[in-house]
T-cell receptor, first 113, second 117 residues
């Protein structure tokens, strides 16, 4: 039973355009959400997060949106750069289970020059 | 300087063997984790230790035994390896306290690619 899902295995965009990566979850008790980025042969690295009490968090070119009623979050990258090409993982956490992240299966983003 | 390191990076072994994967972090963190990335690419938590104490123990076969000799190290020993154990295993650490209210960023190692033949 996968509680966090990223239904798009891959996404391809042109440099300078917007990249939108999506994530859906089923457990309404999740109260913290994160995005991680992973390059080949490396471990995931933290990118941005959002608490369930917010609906938007922005950090430079990266913005995460949370729609609790739809149990959906998205990561927007504007403008996209070739160096953003990587696998992006969405993760969620219950407030009562500190540190126990539930990950999606990742979306491969390719940004073409 | 590597923050979270794992050895070996690659491990190819026969079914039935016993193997260990080592993890070390030099970030001064109190909490360490083991994750398994299966063939469907989901990263799933296996164990978590806080200052050498087991905090999270997911439904993992008891052939898997974590050991934390000190808070900077968390090793994973696997007995009687099976084909289904083939995966990428990631170690991670963070500065959090088990049960604490604050969210801390987890830092991941580069992964150990295990192939059981």
């Amino acid at each position: 039973d996968q509680q966090v899902k990223q239904n798009s295995p891959s996404l391809s965009v042109q440099e300078g355009r917007i990249s939108i990566l999506n994530c859906d979850y089923t457990n309404s008790m999740f109260d913290y959400f994160l995005w991680y980025k992973k390059y080949p042969a490396e471990g995931p690295t933290f990118l941005i997060s959002i608490s369930s009490i917010k609906d938007k968090n922005e950090d430079g070119r990266f913005t995460v949106f949370l729609n609790k009623s739809a149990k959906h979050l998205s990561l927007h990258i504007v403008p996209s750069q070739p160096g953003d090409s990587a696998v992006y993982f969405c993760a969620a956490q219950l407030g009562t289970s500190y540190g126990k992240l539930t990950f999606g299966q990742g979306t491969i983003l390719t940004v073409h020059p | 300087d590597t923050a979270v390191s794992q050895t070996p990076k690659y491990l190819v072994t026969q079914m039935g063997n016993d193997k260990s994967i080592k993890c070390e972090q030099n970030l001064g963190h109190d909490t360490m984790y083991w994750y398994k990335q299966d063939s469907k690419k989901f990263l799933k938590i296996m164990f978590s230790y806080n200052n050498k104490e087991l905090i999270i123990n997911e439904t993992v076969p008891n052939r898997f035994s974590p050991k934390s000799p000190d808070k900077a190290h968390l090793n994973l020993h696997i007995n009687s390896l099976e084909l289904g154990d083939s995966a990428v295993y990631f170690c991670a650490s963070d500065a959090g306290q088990a049960g604490g209210p604050f969210q801390e960023t987890q830092y991941f190692g580069p992964g150990t690619r295990l192939l059981v033949l």
